[in-house]
Every structure is written in structure tokens, then in C-alpha cells.
């Protein structure tokens, strides 16, 4: 019975997109219900099956035939020299040549015929087949490049840190603007594949590059912080890991991965850092860098404790936690010593003028400037410098505008910005406060921005400390404590070891704005000064218990730092002995290993020639790592003693790479991000930074493209098990319900069996009465 033409299905046009169709699917502009194929030369129905009719007549041994046997003689197209080679050639080879084709034209034609007896089929059709045939080939090619703008725009995406959703809108453009070109016209990304792409395809090629080039390392470090995310509203615990790679033969720096947090004790943190870098072998682990709150110093006891169970496995070496934490939190601690309230009017005045327009308005008439406050850091204390010059600067206009809202009846009611402000103004002593705060910042600026790199910077570490301790207590310690004694040592404690408050060094600025008050008194210069002291010391003080002086390995390792053993070969030598005992302690180096590299280090301290070398070396010239590669090179060192180096450079000196991801994880954030999406592109953005940054000269290869490809199915398998963990939870849900349901059927049978129970009671306690 044949069907009515209301029920047989249409041809759709784009189907002669699908590459599995393109080589022979045609359609026949008479008839919407059939579609042709130029292989099998026959016009077949699309009935009711629609595309599955196609699909069906593409897996029928017919059709796979005439493929399989057009293709064979499509291998000709390969063989046929170019006519300019033809006509160069002799004429010997050009008729033996045609020979060998006609051979093989008749070898195909008899083919033809012998498997689907198609004796209509002549040369020029053969000729005709091959043209559509050789589409394939073509359809392969630009599949590829295809793929390679569908990743390019991906990164693009990650590297500029824009919205998928934005970046799918603007493909639909390129069409609109690249209509001449085959793989602009071919793009067929949207929001969810560009997602995916990146997600299931990028996200984990970059990761398990990075995977296979630590696998080659013997040892590596990890550094770890904890930010508030406020999307997912967890704590996010970044994780980036640090080695000697060896196909740049330099320390190398990446981010690894990020665990959310909802408490962060520190069982919640070995769990959770455990389960991070499960994919790492956690015996290679040299070094844990971190921030110094307590919480993480009993998270690394925790963890040493767990890795080290038996007495010949590698123990985690300690210098300290992170430097630049230690130098902010001392100088927060320190300026906090005192009651001057700085930090208070300066986010006073801030806030005061933020998001008020009328405010302004009368600021700028009052003073006649347009110079407001700038806003206060709250993290990093140290950058606040601006913020405090500033403050300084506009002192005098703040007075102006105090007085004229005070004159025109305008000062704002109940508000607390408005009242802090006001009694730092009054404070006659504010400008040489803020004039100290600015002394302070720029005695310890210089060491923060010399270590906010992920350059090797460890061997340097300890002398900078013992720089920035030295300076400082130079303005306020007897030059006699400082010359008789180790820097660290000083007991500051002590007021026979400060100098008295009137010969407190505050520094020329300081100095300068005290010349500038008016009517101020001897006894209030004298408490400022007191106070500046008293700054001073506790700063210090910090410094000392906090920071990686009090380490043997921090102080051991500048045995690597070209200038130390240029300077003082003898102390040189002494530390070098300091940390290889270290190494030794904790199963780094082998006895013997540790002698073989003291003698060979001993070499250089004795080697004119390669002293030589070491005073060409100027560290804001050139990384560490870079120029003893080069020195190692050059003078045959020892294999042990290049290990060695190689350790020592790998350390991290502090935690300046996790803190910047913190800025990047702000610019990737947006409104309902999933965890793992921003993992992913963090993921992707360290790939490319790893690469050169350029997005456009990045190397697209082959398993890239794979991955990328590969990406719509893992996607998809994500989806089906986060669709089955769902139905799981549902179902436990359903499960606790149906049990607490029962309970409470339970309890209320119980419940009214103890009343009639009651009841019971009750009728023989009143018949015992009665007889």
C-alpha cells in the first residue's frame, strides 16, 4: 500500500553539509521526495524515513562497493605527473607513462563491470567520479582548519577573558563579514560548544602536557593560598606547582588546579590538597610554600606526618612561609602598634566622596580642586603609598570643604566617614603621620617588588631579609648593638639597645611636615616620636619571628648566589656545608652525594677562571636559573652538582604566582560560573602564558585537534553521569524520606499504644482502690 504525499518526508538541503553525504548525495530539483546518488547512478524514495533513509542507503553493501572501487582508481589522481613535468620528460617516458594509465583505467573499468556489471560506465564518466570522489580529501583538509579557528577563537576567548556567550554571538559576524571564505562560513560555534570546547577539549590537553612534563622531574614544589570566591561563595584554594622543566632547561612556574572550600581547618585542607594532587606523586614533593597563619603551619605538620611513615622516604624541606606575606603582615602589625588611626581616615575619606555626586559637587566648589582620595587596599598595606601621598596632598582642601559645609549649613547628618574625617583633620600631627607611613613604604618597597616574580629568587631571600632588617633598625637601634651583633639576634626588647626618642632617624619627609605645623609642642613631637620608635620596633620584631631568617636552609642556599661567593668565598663555603647537612637530614642527598658535591662546589670557590664567570652575573639582568645553566655548560660540572643547583633554584621564595591568580580568577569570574568552568579556563590561560601568550603563534597540533573534537562526547558522558548522580541523590532523598516517613508511622503507633498502656494502668490502679 503506498503512502499519501501529506505523509512521505522532504529533502533537506542541509544535509549536503554532513561530510559522511558530501562525496555523492544530490538533489533532484523535480522531486522533494527522492534524493540521488551520483556513486550508485540511481534515484532512490526518502519515504517516511527522512535522513534515515540517507543514512541507510550510505551502509548498503552496494553503495560500499562503489566506494571502496572508485576509490582505488581514484589513487591515479596521485600518480599523474603535472604537465609541466610531462613536458620536460622524454618521450619514452611520456608513452610509458600513458601506458601505465590506460592499464590502470582498464584495470578500474573491468573492475567496475566484474562488481556491479555497469558496462554504461566509459572513460569520461570514470574522469567525472574522480572530480566528486577526490572531495573527500578536500573535506578532510578543511575539517582541520576548521577545528583550528573553532580553538584559536576558544583561547581567544579564555585570553581576553570574555563572556561565551558574547563571543557565540559574534561568530554569526564573521560570516557577515567573511563570506568569501569556506571556514568562516563552516563555524558552527555557540555558547555551549565554545564552553565545551574549552572544558572537555582544551582544558585537559594543556593539563596533561603539564601532567607529562612533571612526570620527568625528580622533584618538585607547591604553593597554595586560599581567596573568597564570590560567585561560588566558597573559599577557593588555588594550587600551582613549580620544577625544573627540562625542555627549557629553566624553573618553571604553572598553575595546577583549585579546590573550593566551605571550612578550612586544617583536616579540611589535607583532605581537600590531597585529593587535588592525587594525579602527582607526592614523594617528589621538595617543598610546601604558603602564608603563615597558623591554620597552614599545622596543615604541613599534618602532611609531613602522613607522607613520612617510613624512615628512608624524603622528608618536605622548610624556609619559611612566604617572604612578601611576612614583610606585609610586619608592617600592618607595626603601624597598627600605635593609636594614630591612620588607616581609618584613610578609608574615611574615601568612602565619604565614593558614589556621591552632591558631595563632590561641594568639594570642588569649596577647595577648587579635583583631586579626591584615593581608594585604600585593605590586603596589600604596602601599596597604599599613593594612597597616603594622596591623603597628604589634599589635606588642605579637605579643611576648605569642612568649613564650607560648616558656613552653608550642609554637613551630613549621622555619618561616621564624615565624623573620621573630620577628627583626622583636627589632628594637627596627621600630615607627619601620613608623611611616616610614606617613610616606611619606601624602605621596604623595593624588596616586594623584587620578589613579586617567578624567577628563582630563594638564594636571595635571606640576605634581602637581613637588608630590609638592617635599614630599618638603623633609625631607631645603637649603632653599637648593631655592629657587636647578628642582625636576627638583637633582642629588641631591650631600651638599652634603641636609641633615645628625640634621635629616632624618621626620615626627611617626616621631618619636613613636623617644620610645617604650626603650634606644635616639644612634649607632642616627642610622643610622635616615641610612637615612630615604638613602629619601628614592633615591625621588626615581626620580621624576626615571622620571616625565613630563623631557617637553616633559607640562610644555606645563598651558598648559590654568585654575588655571596664572589664576595666571601670562605663564608660561601660554610653555608654551602649548612644546607647540604639539610639535604642530608631530610633524605635529598646521600652522604656521599653530599661530599662529591662539596668538592665540586669547592672548585669553583678556588677557580680564578670561574670567579671570573660568577662577577659577570647582574641579577636584574638575568635570571638565576638561566645563568647556571650556562655555568654548568660551560665548565663540565659534575652531574651530582648540577642536581643539586637545580634544587636549590627550584624553591619558591614566596607565594607572589598564587597571588596573582587571584586577579585572573576575578577577570574569568562571572554571575553563576560553574567550579570546574573556571578551573578549565585558568587551566587554559597558564597553557598559553606557558607558550608565549600569543594566541595566534601558538602551536595548534594534532592532539590538540583531537581533543578539541573529542570534547562534544565527553561533554555529553558529563552530562549523563551528572544526570545519574542526580537521579542517585533523588533517589536518596526519596529513600530518607520513605524511612523517615515509616519512622513517624512508628513512633506514633508507639505513641498510642503507651496511651491505651496508660489507660490500662490507670483502670487497675482504680480497681485496686476500690476493693
Given amino acids: 500500500m503506498s503512502l499519501s504525499k501529506s505523509r512521505l518526508t522532504e529533502f533537506n538541503d542541509g544535509w549536503l553539509c554532513d561530510q559522511r553525504f558530501q562525496p555523492w548525495l544530490q538533489k533532484v530539483e523535480k522531486d522533494k521526495h527522492v534524493f540521488f546518488c551520483s556513486l550508485c547512478r540511481s534515484t532512490l524514495s526518502l519515504s517516511n524515513m527522512g535522513k534515515r533513509a540517507v543514512t541507510s542507503h550510505l551502509n548498503g553493501q552496494k553503495h560500499k562497493s562503489r566506494s571502496r572501487v572508485n576509490s582505488e582508481c581514484d589513487l591515479r589522481i596521485f600518480l599523474k605527473k603535472s604537465n609541466t613535468d610531462a613536458s620536460t620528460s622524454s618521450q619514452e617516458s611520456s608513452r610509458f607513462s600513458q601506458s601505465e594509465e590506460s592499464l590502470q583505467e582498464n584495470k578500474c ?63 554569526q559576524v564573521f560570516k557577515a563579514m567573511f563570506s568569501d571564505s569556506s571556514i568562516a562560513m563552516n563555524m558552527r560555534l555557540q555558547r555551549t560548544k565554545i564552553s565545551y570546547t574549552i572544558v572537555y577539549g582544551l582544558a585537559p590537553y594543556f593539563h596533561k602536557e603539564l601532567l607529562q612534563e612533571i612526570s620527568q622531574c625528580d622533584f618538585f614544589v607547591i604553593s597554595f593560598d586560599e581567596s573568597l570566591n564570590k560567585i561560588a561563595q566558597k573559599e577557593q584554594m588555588d594550587i600551582v606547582i613549580r620544577f625544573w622543566s627540562k625542555s627549557k632547561d629553566t624553573v618553571s612556574t604553572h598553575y595546577f588546579t583549585s579546590v573550593f572550600l566551605g571550612h578550612t581547618t586544617a583536616a579540611d585542607l589535607i583532605r581537600s590538597f590531597k585529593e587535588a594532587v592525587s594525579e602527582l606523586d607526592l614523594r617528589k614533593l621538595m617543598q610546601l610554600s604558603m602564608d603563615g597563619p597558623n591554620v597552614n603551619i599545622k596543615f604541613l605538620a599534618d602532611l609531613k606526618a602522613d607522607l613520612n611513615r617510613d624512615p628512608s622516604d ?23 602598634s600605635c593609636e594614630w588611626k591612620i588607616f581609618h581616615f584613610l578609608h574615611a575619606i574615601y568612602n565619604f566622596f565614593k ?14 580642586s579635583k583631586k579626591f582620595p584615593v581608594k585604600f587596599c585593605n590586603v596589600r ?27 552653608n549649613k550642609k554637613e551630613p547628618v549621622m555619618s561616621g566617614s564624615y565624623a573620621a574625617m573630620v577628627g583626622g583633620i583636627r589632628d594637627k600631627l596627621m600630615p607627619a603621620k601620613l608623611a611616616f607611613f610614606c617613610f616606611l613604604v619606601k624602605e621596604i618597597e623595593d624588596f616586594l617588588e623584587c620578589f613579586q616574580t617567578d624567577a628563582p629568587m630563594a638564594p636571595f631571600l635571606h640576605t634581602e631579609l637581613t637588608n630590609i632588617l638592617m635599614s630599618l633598625m638603623k633609625h631607631f637601634v645603637k649603632p653599637e648593638t648593631i655592629s657587636s651583633k647578628s642582625i636576627a639576634s638583637i633582642d629588641l626588647s631591650k631600651s638599652e639597645a634603641l636609641l633615645h626618642a628625640k634621635k629616632v632617624d624618621v626620615g626627611y619627609g617626616t621631618r619636613d611636615a613636623l617644620r610645617r605645623i604650626d603650634s606644635v609642642k616639644e612634649i607632642d613631637i616627642l610622643s610622635f616620636k616615641q610612637d615612630c620608635r615604638t613602629i619601628l620596633q614592633t615591625t621588626c620584631k615581626k620580621i624576626i619571628i615571622k620571616s625565613p631568617l630563623k631557617f637553616k636552609l633559607a640562610k644555606g642556599i645563598t651558598c648559590c648566589d654568585p654575588q655571596m661567593i664572589v664576595k666571601s668565598p670562605q663564608i660561601a663555603e660554610q653555608r654551602l656545608q649548612m644546607s647540604l647537612e639539610v ?39 638575568s635570571r638565576l636559573d638561566e645563568f647556571w645553566t650556562n655555568f654548568v655548560v660551560k665548565h663540565d660540572t659534575s652531574k651530582e652538582l648540577v642536581t643539586f643547583i637545580k634544587m636549590v633554584l627550584v624553591f619558591s621564595h614566596g607565594n607572589a604566582s598564587v597571588e596573582r591568580g587571584f586577579s ?4 574569568c569570574l562571572v554571575e553563576n560560573m560553574h567550579e570546574r568552568s573556571l578551573i578549565a579556563q585558568r587551566q587554559v590561560w597558564d597553557g598559553v602564558q606557558a ?54 508511622d512508628l513512633e506514633m503507633q508507639k505513641k498510642k499504644k503507651l496511651e491505651e498502656l496508660t489507660l490500662v494502668d490507670e483502670q487497675i490502679r482504680g480497681l485496686v482502690k476500690k476493693y
Fill in 109 to 171: 573499468a573491468k573492475d567496475v563491470n566484474e562488481s556491479e556489471n555497469l558496462s554504461f560506465l566509459n572513460t569520461k564518466e570514470i574522469v567525472s567520479q574522480q572530480s566528486v570522489t577526490s572531495r573527500p580529501l578536500q573535506s578532510f583538509l578543511l575539517k582541520n582548519e576548521n577545528t583550528k579557528a573553532d580553538i584559536l577563537w576558544c583561547l581567544l576567548v579564555v585570553m581576553n577573558h570574555w563572556s561565551v556567550n558574547s563571543a557565540g554571538k559574534a561568530v
Fill in 314 to 336: 624524603h622528608v618536605i624541606m622548610e624556609i619559611g612561609s612566604c617572604g612578601l606575606h611576612t614583610i606585609h603582615n610586619a608592617f600592618k602589625v607595626g603601624m597598627n
Fill in 583 to 621: 639535604f642530608v637530614e631530610n633524605n635529598w642527598l646521600s652522604g656521599l652525594e653530599a661530599q662529591k658535591i662539596h668538592s665540586n662546589f669547592k672548585e669553583v670557590f678556588q677557580s680564578p677562571e670561574m670567579l671570573a664567570d660568577l662577577k659577570n652575573f647582574r641579577r636584574k639582568e
Fill in 355 to 368: 558614589d556621591r555626586p552632591a558631595r563632590r559637587s561641594d568639594y570642588t566648589m569649596f577647595s577648587g
Fill in 691 to 744: 607558550s608565549g601568550g600569543v594566541v595566534q603563534d601558538l602551536n595548534i597540533t594534532k592532539t590538540m585537534i583531537l581533543s578539541a573534537r573529542n570534547a562534544h562526547s565527553k561533554y555529553q558522558d558529563a552530562q549523563t553521569e551528572q544526570k545519574k548522580s542526580n537521579e542517585d541523590k533523588e533517589k536518596e532523598k526519596d529513600e530518607k524520606k520513605r524511612v523517615a516517613d515509616i519512622k513517624n
Fill in 381 to 407: 598595606w604596602l601599596q597604599n603609598f599613593e594612597v597616603a601621598q594622596r591623603a597628604l596632598e589634599i589635606i588642605p582642601n579637605l579643611k576648605k570643604y569642612v568649613e564650607g559645609v560648616k558656613e
Fill in 664 to 667: 585572573v580568577n576575578k577577570d
